[in-house]
């Protein structure tokens, strides 16, 4: 009995020992598998943290730039009236067509005056018989066949019938519309045997070239309005095409309501393209040229904080240390190592100061100097740090007057 319960306890104990060295090695394991999973999911979030990124880069450079007053405003002709004639009656022919471009005197429109030319003739006849009768009365008096007063009735009838045929003769020449100066006729309304009243407006005519341009400037920039001062004005009838002219007068006095200051300035418009009423947008070139360092907009990201760039440098990213300062990265043969995905590029985020804007481009006054590589597309995926690849195959737009492109 008791030879059995010694047999037993070295089996037990071996068990035991089994056991133990069984849970050890599990244990041991399962450190073994947290460690390196541990490791493995840092190398993957170490590896994912800044991946490459494409973006497009442009070198910060100076730029002459011209500063100007853009004001919009109205096309009017130098010379422009709407014709009408001064008296009533049927219309006996048109002389020109719509559209056409007439000299100073050129004949438009004849009203019918076949009765008014009869009493003209009338009237001359009338003239001439006064004129006989001054003569002979001039005549008498010469001999005393007749008295003063007689002479004086005489000469008083021939100056009455010469002014009645005057009169006349300019009532024959209202029935006549003639071009009071040379310029283009706009659609005559106007056809043969039409009655048309006095004052009724028949055809306009325009002088076009040079024409007028009025615009309106706040008063704090009236004092940058110089007559003779460069102008260039756009429409969106011709896109991409300006028209050169100078500032010929100013307002003497400025608009209680809107405190604005009215401008003409006088545009060459040789092709005639330029009509009265069109709009208009002006820029005046106000003040001497200035040298800013320019960049695109779109390469500024725009913050309440403040606006920054993304300046480009060679390498990799500096380590950092404990307390997040970056250190010096040590490169090989004096070439810049090439970071994750082959990137030999990073970027660092910038704070600058921004100064005046023209069309797409936009001036830096600090933050930046000249030559630095500054991305201008594809800010939104980067921060400090970021490895990034350059394709500068499509650029923003970095026009200093731009123009809107319509399909």
Do not use: C
Request: hydrophobic share 40%.
């Amino acid at each position: 009995m008791n030879v059995k319960r010694h047999s037993a306890r070295p089996k037990l104990r071996k068990r035991l020992i089994i056991v133990v060295v069984a849970v050890v090695v599990l244990f041991a394991l399962l450190v073994a598998f947290n460690t390196v999973k541990g490791i493995m999911i840092g190398k993957f979030m170490k590896s994912m943290a800044n991946p490459p990124q494409t973006v497009s880069t442009m070198v910060a450079r100076y730029q002459d730039w011209q500063p100007h007053v853009e004001a919009f405003g109205n096309v009017r002709a130098v010379h422009g009236a709407d014709l009408a004639f001064d008296v009533s009656g049927l219309v006996d022919s048109v002389e020109v067509k719509s559209g056409t471009d007439v000299k100073k005197g050129q004949v438009l429109i004849k009203l019918n005056d076949d009765q008014d030319r009869a009493t003209l003739e009338a009237l001359r006849a009338k003239a001439s018989l006064a004129e006989l009768t001054a003569k002979r009365a001039k005549q008498q008096l010469a001999v005393k066949a007749i008295s003063q007063a007689s002479y004086d009735e005489a000469m008083a009838d021939l100056k009455n019938a010469r002014a009645q045929a005057d009169a006349q003769a300019a009532l024959v020449a209202k029935k006549t519309l003639r071009a009071p100066f040379s310029g283009r006729i706009g659609i005559i309304t106007a056809n043969p045997g039409q009655y048309i009243d006095a004052g009724a407006s028949v055809v306009t005519l325009q002088q076009l070239d040079p024409v007028y341009v009025d615009f309106t400037v706040p008063q704090s920039s009236l004092e940058r309005m110089r007559v003779g001062g460069q102008v260039e004005v756009s429409t969106d009838a011709f896109a991409g095409k300006s028209f050169v002219g100078k500032v010929s007068a100013t307002d003497p006095k400025i608009d209680l309501s809107t405190r604005n200051a009215g401008v003409e300035a006088t545009v060459a418009n040789p092709d005639e393209l330029l009509v009265p009423g069109m709009f208009a947008k002006v820029a005046v070139d106000a003040g001497e040229q200035q040298r800013y360092l320019t960049l695109p907009q779109t390469s500024v990201s725009y913050a309440p904080y403040g606006d920054t760039v993304f300046v480009v440098h060679e390498g990799q990213p500096p380590a950092r240390d404990a307390n997040g300062q970056p250190q010096p990265a040590a490169s090989a043969g004096g070439k810049p190592a090439q970071g994750k995905g082959g990137a030999s590029h990073y970027v660092q985020q910038v704070i600058v100061k921004l100064g005046p804007t023209r069309g797409d481009q936009v001036a830096i006054l600090s933050g930046i100097k000249q030559g630095d590589v500054i991305v201008t597309s594809g800010q939104l995926k980067l921060k400090n740090d970021t490895p990034v690849t350059i394709n500068n195959k499509v650029q923003p737009a970095f026009s200093p007057n731009p123009n809107p492109v319509e399909e």
